[in-house]
């Protein structure tokens, strides 16, 4: 799995930091911050991605990245009725 980069913003101080640490604590005020973005380097295209949706994103080459980076199975190979047990209301 890439690592995956974490830019915080403290709200307080206006301060910028990197929280990919997972420690999200502003550094100058030590109040609790809020992350701006979330993102990876693709591990097959080498390119920089923003992990904007929880559950799927996609890389310009294609490969597909679950919000926390993880690497998902191509579309081809999901089961169409286990995609669609997500969104069926019972």
Request: hydrophobic share 25%.
């Amino acid at each position: 799995m890439p690592e995956v980069k974490v830019e915080c913003y403290c709200g307080k101080c206006d301060l910028e930091f990197d929280g990919s640490s997972g420690d999200y604590v502003c550094p100058k005020c030590g109040r609790w911050a809020t992350y701006k973005t979330r993102s990876i380097v693709c591990e097959d295209c080498g390119k920089e991605m923003v992990l904007d949706d929880p559950l799927t994103n996609e890389c310009e080459c294609g490969t597909l990245y679950n919000g926390f980076g993880q690497r998902l199975a191509p579309r081809a190979e999901w089961d169409p009725e286990d995609v669609m047990d997500n969104y069926r209301e019972d």
